[in-house]
């Protein structure tokens, strides 16, 4: 079915690993953002991407990096996961100005 | 910050009550949108207002927007158990990227 996945659902990882959250999406969207949640509280953008290749920092950037070499692929990397990334992660894409559509989000605790 | 906020923080309600959450927010907006997530589980949409627009029907929802008072609010009408849920409100605000900034959200409990 068309729509955005995310994978992996869930990760635990080690505190100083390097992890990759995947994301891709079928409607050929030109934009593209990863949001986290921490428990019981709303979200906030780490990074977002308007269109292949051109990506740019949302409110918490620091300790990932994203790449966009594909419009459909928005992938976020976490480069030495620290306890404090522990949250749930959701990709989601849109047009301007219309409806952003979330994938079911990535559960990930660093231990 | 430009991060909306929802109030009440939660509310419990019954079967067949009406539920109503607001959302203020400090900047002025291109378009509000509020969202609802089930636990566990993705944000799904479940309508978009303009700043243009003041008040706009989707089933058993209702939206209304007072830009003056940056304010919003969300009424569910005849709610169902199934409405549990928390509900955000996510604003819009410039013309590139589509960017949203969520508030932290309304924890509706419906009560059979």
């Known amino acids: 079915d068309a729509g955005i996945t995310q994978s992996p659902r869930y990760k635990i990882t080690e505190t100083g690993r390097q992890v990759t959250l995947m994301c891709h999406q079928t409607w050929s969207h030109s934009y593209m953002f990863w949001y986290r949640q921490d428990l019981g509280h709303g979200l906030r953008l780490i990074y977002y991407?308007?269109?292949?290749?051109?990506?740019d920092k949302g409110e918490v950037p620091d300790g990932y990096v994203v790449s966009r070499s594909k419009t459909e692929n928005f992938p976020l990397t976490l480069e030495s996961a620290t306890r404090s990334q522990t949250s749930v992660y959701f990709c989601a894409s849109s047009e301007t100005g219309n409806t952003i559509y979330f994938g079911e989000g990535s559960w990930l605790t660093v231990v | 910050s430009q991060q909306g906020e929802e109030d009440p923080q939660a509310l419990s309600i019954q079967e067949g009550e009406n539920a109503t959450m607001n959302c203020s927010y400090k900047t002025s907006i291109n378009n509000l949108q509020w969202y609802r997530q089930n636990s566990g589980r993705g944000l799904v949409h479940l309508i978009l207002i303009r700043s243009n627009e003041r008040e706009k029907h989707s089933g058993r929802l209702r939206v209304t927007l007072d830009t003056s008072k940056k304010s919003s609010s969300l009424l569910i009408t005849a709610s169902r158990a199934a409405d549990t849920a928390s509900y955000f409100c996510?604003?819009?605000?410039?013309?590139?990227?589509?960017?949203?900034?969520f508030g932290e959200g309304t924890q509706l409990t419906v009560n059979p």
């Open positions: 991407s308007a269109a292949a290749d051109i990506t």
């Open positions: 996510a604003t819009e605000h410039d013309t590139s990227g589509s960017r949203l900034t």
